[in-house]
T-cell receptor
Framework: ETGVTQTPRHLVMGMTNKKSLKCEQH?????MYWYKQSAKKPLELMFV???????ENNSVPSRFSPECPNSSHLFLHLHTLQPEDSALYLC??????????????FGPGTRLTVL | AQKVTQAQTEISVVEKEDVTLDCVYE???????LFWYKQPPSGELVFLIR??????QNEISGRYSWNFQKSTSSFNFTITASQVVDSAVYFC??????????????FGKGMKLTVNP
């Protein structure tokens, strides 16, 4: 596998379910990101991890819980979501989280539908 | 706050036509980075270009070219002799430094390009 991979690609869940999204990067990067892409809204940054430490939480509700066990893997744990949380969730990685470093590489995303 | 505006939401052209995608940005930073990403139907964002604010030289890469005009805060993207495979949503983005010191990308709403055979 190369680049950034995400699983599952599609997920349908009820409001009371608990599920997790997984992201893996094979680029040797130190920073990983979660973005949310909703219909008719620009891409929004949710979380930033640097060397497994969460360094940014962009006012995301607690029903989204990220986890970064090592620099290659990033999870987004979901529980008691709302229908408005239906969106494409994109994971990205970059060499470093600081400005002036290389571009962010994105995975294919998980299309989440909350019923 | 930083802002990126892509005024066109959707463009449809016929193969071999040239097409220009507009991007206008707002920032108070003196040093910043601008990006273009392509999102094909498969979903992933594909990096196309990164340009820093000190480099106003236009860039050409094959059929792609970019025109950076600091005076008008624009970073336009032109596809020459478009092909069906160019059909995608294109995003312009501006880097912003968060309070925590991370680089955050501020994206425009995207522009859907359809190239018809």
């Amino acid at each position: 596998e190369t680049g950034v991979t995400q699983t599952p690609r599609h997920l349908v869940m009820g409001m009371t379910n608990k599920k997790s999204l997984k992201c893996e990067q094979h680029l040797g990067h130190n920073a990983m990101y979660w973005y949310k892409q909703s219909a008719k809204k620009p891409l929004e940054l949710m979380f930033v991890y640097s060397l497994e430490e969460r360094v940014e939480n962009n006012s995301v509700p607690s029903r989204f819980s990220p986890e970064c066990p090592n620099s290659s893997h990033l999870f987004l744990h979901l529980h008691t979501l709302q229908p408005e949380d239906s969106a494409l969730y994109l994971c990205a990685s970059s060499q470093d989280r600081l400005r002036h470093y290389n571009e962010q590489f994105f995975g294919p995303g998980t299309r989440l539908t909350v019923l | 706050a930083q802002k990126v505006t892509q005024a066109q939401t959707e463009i449809s052209v016929v193969e071999k036509e040239d097409v220009t995608l507009d991007c206008v940005y707002e920032t108070r930073d003196t040093t910043y980075y601008l990006f273009w990403y392509k999102q094909p139907p498969s979903g992933e964002l594909v990096f196309l270009i990164r340009r820093n604010s000190f480099d106003e030289q236009n860039e050409i890469s094959g059929r792609y070219s970019w025109n950076f005009q600091k005076s008008t805060s624009s970073f336009n993207f032109t596809i020459t002799a478009s092909q069906v495979v160019d059909s995608a949503v294109y995003f312009c983005a501006l880097s912003e430094e968060t309070q925590g010191g991370s680089e955050k990308l501020v994206f425009g709403k995207g522009m859907k390009l359809t190239v018809n055979p």
